[in-house]
């Protein structure tokens, strides 16, 4: 029988896998490094455009707010006064609602002055009123506003709930609406405040 040298069956075995290099990095496929970058960098597209978003917001909110406080606080204005129907059904008769008239008179003429304001100045891109002054000014005459249709606000609705627990009939229907949208000018007035003291709180001084 023929013998088969050692050497010959060593030859005969495939020799053993070689571990090969990851080449897909040098190849054009983005490693994990890469990878984090670019999602950090999508990342801070984001939050700029998200940012960029909520200064716009920020920057309109003055107009439609003012504006809805104007447009409730005429709709009170209106229907307080018309509210005379005869006898004890005269507004007039009454110094809560003489107030309440007075304060929403008020509010109506300060919210479309402001609306205006800002409405020329997204127009023109100026504020007739200076950066610095008109904040200070939207945060604090919003505020005696809102403070004031509140007092007003708390004056009629006693009296209203008495009348409307003896007799509901067309004067008091009238003076509850005219409370209600006196309520929501205040809310607009109220959360303009907020907005203005947000960016009266970012304004830099430098």
Same mark, same amino acid.
Do not use: C, I
């Given at each position: 029988?023929?013998?088969?040298?050692? !050497?010959? !069956?060593?030859?005969?075995?495939?020799?053993? !896998?070689?571990?090969?290099?990851?080449?897909? +990095?040098?190849?054009?496929?983005?490693?994990?490094?890469?990878?984090?970058?670019?999602?950090?960098?999508?990342?801070?597209? !984001?939050?700029?455009?998200?940012?960029?978003?909520?200064?716009?917001?920020?920057d309109k909110s003055p107009?439609?707010? /003012?504006?809805?406080?104007?447009?409730?606080?005429?709709?009170?204005?209106?229907?307080v006064? +018309?509210?005379? /129907?005869g006898d004890w059904m005269e507004f007039d008769r009454y110094q809560e609602y003489r107030y309440l008239l007075a304060i929403v008179a008020l509010a109506f003429a300060y919210s479309l002055a402001q609306a205006l304001r800002h409405a020329l100045r997204m127009r023109r891109g100026v504020d007739p009123v200076p950066t610095a002054s008109g904040r200070l000014l939207d945060f604090a005459s919003d505020q005696v506003v809102a403070y004031l249709l509140m007092s007003a606000l708390s004056a009629a609705t006693p009296i209203t709930n008495r009348m409307r627990s003896a007799v509901i009939n067309r004067f008091t229907d009238t003076t509850a609406a005219a409370i209600s949208m006196a309520f929501l000018a205040f809310v607009s007035l109220a959360l303009s405040a907020i907005v203005s003291g947000y960016k009266l709180s970012k304004q830099t001084y430098m």
């Open positions: 029988m023929a013998m088969v040298p050692a !050497d010959a !069956d060593a030859a005969a075995k495939p020799p053993p !896998d070689v571990e090969k290099p990851d080449y897909s +990095s040098q190849n054009g496929a983005p490693n994990s490094a890469a990878a984090a970058a670019g999602g950090g960098g999508g990342g801070v597209v !984001d939050s700029v455009v998200a940012r960029w978003r909520r200064e716009d917001m920020l107009l439609a707010l /003012h504006a809805a406080a104007a447009a409730f606080a005429f709709v009170a204005l209106v229907l006064a +018309s509210n005379q /129907h």
